[in-house]
């Protein structure tokens, strides 16, 4: 990701950048939620932990 506004702090990028993959991981549970016509509140927590791990090891790392 390259970043045009050069008086942006490297913390004020790493918020940026957190809150992207916040937006992107909350869209893809709810994707896996819909297909597995589930709610958030009736994931187990093995399946909750399991998502975000797998989410956290896609292409932005």
């Not at 940026?16 to 992107?24: A, G, Q």
Request: net charge positive.
């Amino acid at each position: 990701m390259k970043f045009m506004d050069s008086s942006m702090t490297l913390r004020q990028k790493n918020l940026v950048i957190n809150s992207l993959r916040y937006m992107d991981r909350r869209k893809k549970i709810s994707q896996y939620c819909d297909e597995n016509e589930k709610r958030w509140t009736e994931l187990s927590f093995e399946e909750a932990n399991n998502l975000t791990r797998m989410l956290d090891k896609m292409a932005w790392r």
